[in-house]
C-alpha cells in the first residue's frame, strides 16, 4: 500500500522542487534583498554575544538607524551641495545619512555596553528599554518633522556590471542577487566572509570566543575582558546601522513608524538557527527570506495541477511563521542542536573586585 | 499585609518592626525617583522639541503634562478610560511579573495576549446566538485557556529541553501573529466587513459598568491582583515558586520539582495575559481584526518591572502608564506633543530602573531594600546555560 500511495507523493515532491527552482531565479534577489538587514542585524547579535552579552535591543538600534540615516541625508540635501559619484549613485547627503546612522547606532550599543557591563544590569531588560526607547524616539521625531514634508535625499544604486556576466547559467543570477546589489548590500556579504574568517583565524577572534564562553579563563591569560565586550558591542551597533540605513537610504528612500517590523527579532532568530556564526546567520537569513518570498510567489504564481491546490490550501501566513518555529525547534534540540556561547548574559566581575 | 503598625514603642532589644511608612519609602523611593527624573528628561526634550511643534516655548511642558493629567483624571469618563487602559495593563504586568518571581523572564506576554484574544473570538463567534450568561464566561475561558497555552509551549520547552524562554517567547510572539493574520483572515473573516476582521460580537460582547467604556473587565484586575498576592506570598506553591526563582538548586535540594514549577508558572502567566487579551477584545474592540496593533505585552515588562514583581505594586504602576495612555491623546491636541511621549517616558523610567545602582550612589538614596527584583539574576545569567541541562 505504501508504495502505491508513495509514488503520488513522490510526484508532488519532484513538481515542488522543479517548481522552487524555476521560481528562485526569478525571487533570487527580492530574497537577498529582504535578508540583507536581518544578516546585519544578526552581525550586530553575533558582535554582542560571542564576547558574552545578550542583545534584544537589536530591532532598536535598527529603528534608530533607519530614522537618523533617512532625517541626516534629508537635512544634508538641503544644506550641502549634492555631489554625485559615478559609482553606486553616492551622494554626499547619502554619504552624510550612513555616517550619521553607523554612529547613532554604536551611540546607542555604548549606552547598552555600559548598563551590561560597567553597571551590571540585567541585559535583557537594557535591550528592552532601547526597544520601547527606539519605537518611541523615532515616532516623536518622525510626526513633527513629516508635518513639514522634508525633502528625500533619494538612495543609493546598484552597482552595475557588463550584462554578459549576467547571462551565464547559474553564476548570472547569484551575481545578479549577491554582486549587483547597492553599496550597504554589498558591505553585507563582505563582512559576512571577513567576520567568520576573523573568528576562527585570528587573534582577536580566538580572545572574543574565550570571552564569551569563559572569562575568567581569558582574564587569567591577559585578556582585558571588560574592555573587549566593550569594544565588540559597540563596532556591534556599526552593523545594525548599516541595516537600519540599508531600509531608508537603499533600499527605499522614507521612514515610516515602527518600520523594522520585527526584522531586528527575525536578526536574533537567524544567529540562533545559524549557530552564532556569520556565514550561518546569512544562510539562516536567506533561508528565513525564502519562506516569506515563497508565501509571495504561492499567492501569485501558484504552480498548476495538485501541488498547487496543496500548497494554496495552507494558510500563507503560515510560510510566514516558519522561520519562528524553525527556530524553536532547533533551540529545543528535536532537529539538531544550537547552543549559546556559555557566558552569554552573565555580567563579568573582576577577581580583585569580587574579593 | 497587615495593617499600620502600633505606635507604641518597640520593647528594649527586640527587632523594631518598620512602620507602613517607612516600609512604603523602602519600596516606592527609587521608582517615585525614576518617575520624576523621567519627567524632567521629558521635559527637556518637549523643549528641544518645541520649535518643531509652535516655535520655542520653555512652559511646553508644563502645559503638555497639564494637559496630561487631564486627559487622565480630569472627568468620570476621563478617570474611566483611565481604568480602562490600565486593565490589560494590571493583568499582563501580572503575567511578567509573577515569571519574575520564579526567575523566569516572560517576554511572551504579548503572543499569550493575541492568543487569549483569538481564542475568546473563537468561542464568542462560535456563541453568537447563545445567551450573554453562557456565551460570556465560556468565551473568557477560551481565551483563558489559549493564552495558558501559549505560556505552557515555552515553560515545558525550558523544563524539559533547556531552550531559553527569552527566545522561544519572542518567537511565538511572532507565530502569534500570523497565526491571529491567518485566522481571522480566512475561516473567521466577517461577511459585513470592509477590511479583514471578524463582525462585531452579539452575545459574548462584556456589558458596561461605569461610564463611556468602562466594561467588566475592569474587575478581573482588582480580583486578579489580591488573588496573585495571596497565591505568591500565601500558599504553598508560591512559596515554591519564590524558593525556584531565588535559587533553583537550593529548590531542588528541598525537594521541590524546579520543572514543574516552571511549567505551572508559564502557563499560569499565559492565563493572565490570556485574559487581559480576552478582556480587551470582548469589553473594549467588540471584534478581532486580523492586525491587532497593541504594545501591552511590551508595556507589560516596564509595569512588571516599575511595580518590582510585586502586585500591589504593579497595580499603581499599571494605573500609572494607563493613566498615561489615556491622557496622550489630549496632549498631543491641546500641546501639539505627540503621544509617542508616554512610549519615551516608559523607556526613561525603566532606564533609571535598570542603572538604580548609579541612581543610588550620585543621589545618595539609602534604601533598606536592596535590589529591584533580585530574581532577575537568575533569569539573563541562565541565558547560556541551556547546555548544562
Known sequence: MDAIYGIPILGLVIQFVVYLVEAFPVLAPTIV???????????????????????????????????VAWWTASVAAQLVPDLRLAVFGITLPLLIGLTAAIVAAMLVSAVHAWLSISVRADQIISGTIINIFAVAITGYLNLL????????????????????????????????AFITVGPIGLSMLISVIVLQVLLFRSRWGLRTRAVGEHPKAAETVGIDVIRLRYRNVILGGAFAGLAGAYLTIEFGSAFQGEMTAGRGFIALAALIFGRWTPIGALGAALLFTTSIGLERSIRFAPPEGQLGELLTAVPLQFYSALPYLITIIVLAGVVGRSLAPAAVGKPYERESKAA | MTGPAAPAAPAEGAPRRRSLVERVRAVALLPAIAIGLALVIGGIVIILSSPLIRGFDLALPLVAYRALAEGAFGSVN???????????????????????????????????????????TVAAIALNDASPWVAIPLSLLAGMAGGLAWGFIPGFLKAFTGAHEVVTTIMLNFVAIHLVAGVISGPLRGAEVTFARTDDFAAAGLPLLIGRNGHLGLLFALVAVPLAWWIIYRSTVGFEIRTVGANPD??????????????????????????????????????MPASYGTTVGFDAIAVALLGRAHPIGILFAGLLFGAMQAGAGLMQVQAGVPAQMVGLLQAIILFFLAAELIVRQVLRVRTGDGELVPELQTVSQSYGDQASR
Open chain 1, 145 to 176: 518633522i513629516s508635518q513639514q514634508s522634508p525633502p528625500s535625499a533619494g538612495s543609493f544604486q546598484a552597482l552595475r556590471l557588463p550584462s554578459a556576466i549576467e547571462d551565464i547559467p547559474v553564476v548570472g543570477w547569484l551575481v545578479d
Open chain 1, 33 to 67: 534583498a529582504a535578508a540583507t538587514p536581518i544578516a546585519l542585524g544578526a552581525l550586530c547579535g553575533f558582535m554582542n554575544e560571542r564576547s558574552g552579552v545578550v542583545n534584544i535591543g537589536i530591532e532598536g538600534m535598527m529603528l534608530t538607524a533607519a530614522f
Open chain 2, 250 to 287: 537550593a529548590a531542588r535540594y528541598a525537594g521541590m520539582h524546579p520543572r514543574w514549577i516552571t511549567i505551572l508558572t508559564m502557563s499560569a502567566c499565559g492565563l493572565l495575559a490570556g485574559l487581559a487579551g480576552a478582556g480587551e477584545i470582548l469589553g473594549e474592540v467588540g471584534y
Open chain 2, 78 to 120: 476621563a478617570v474611566v478610560n483611565t481604568l480602562v487602559n490600565a486593565t490589560p495593563l494590571v493583568l499582563a504586568g501580572l503575567a511578567v511579573g509573577i515569571g519574575f518571581k520564579a526567575g523566569l523572564f516572560n517576554i511572551g506576554a504579548q503572543g499569550q495576549f493575541l492568543l487569549g484574544a483569538l481564542s475568546a
